[in-house]
C-alpha cells in the first residue's frame, strides 16, 4: 500500500522561506513521478510543481517559478519542495502526490495523496 507523509509546514512571514519534505512508502518510489499540490481557503487544489521519475525534469507553476524548487531523492523515498520569497497567496494545505502513469498537471492524474501539511505566510 503506497503512503505519502508530508511535514514541514508552519507559520512564515512575508519573504520567509520553508522546505516542505514528502515521505514515500510502500513500493519503490523510482517508478513513481510525483507532484506538489496545494489548496487555499475556499479554493480548488492546484498544482505547484511535478518532477519526473529521477528527478531530472521539473515542471514548476508559472506562479511559483522562480521561488519553489522540487527535487527528490530516490534512495531516501523522499521529495522536497523549498519554497523562498513566500508570499501571503503561498498559504495553503500542501499536498505531495505520486502516480506510476507519468509526470501530469491534474490532479485526477495522482492516484495516492498525502495528508497535507499547513502553510501559513503572514504579511
Known amino acids: 500500500q503506497v503512503r505519502l507523509v508530508e511535514s514541514g509546514g508552519g507559520l512564515v512571514q512575508t519573504g520567509g522561506d520553508l522546505r516542505l519534505s514528502c515521505v514515500f512508502s510502500g513500493g519503490k518510489f523510482s517508478d513513481y513521478p510525483a507532484a506538489w499540490f496545494r489548496q487555499a481557503p475556499g479554493k480548488e487544489r492546484e498544482y505547484v510543481a511535478g518532477?519526473?521519475?529521477?528527478?531530472?525534469?521539473?515542471w514548476p507553476a508559472d506562479s511559483v517559478k522562480g521561488r519553489f524548487t522540487i527535487s527528490r531523492d530516490n534512495a531516501k523515498n523522499t521529495m522536497w519542495l523549498q519554497m523562498n520569497s513566500l508570499k501571503p497567496e503561498d498559504t495553503a494545505v500542501y499536498y505531495c502526490?505520486?502516480?506510476?502513469?507519468?509526470?501530469?498537471?491534474?490532479?485526477?492524474?495522482?492516484?495516492?495523496w498525502g495528508q497535507g501539511t499547513q502553510v501559513t505566510v503572514s504579511s
Open positions: 518532477i519526473s521519475w529521477t528527478g531530472d525534469h521539473t
Open positions: 502526490a505520486a502516480d506510476r502513469a507519468g509526470p501530469g498537471f491534474l490532479e485526477s492524474e495522482y492516484k495516492y
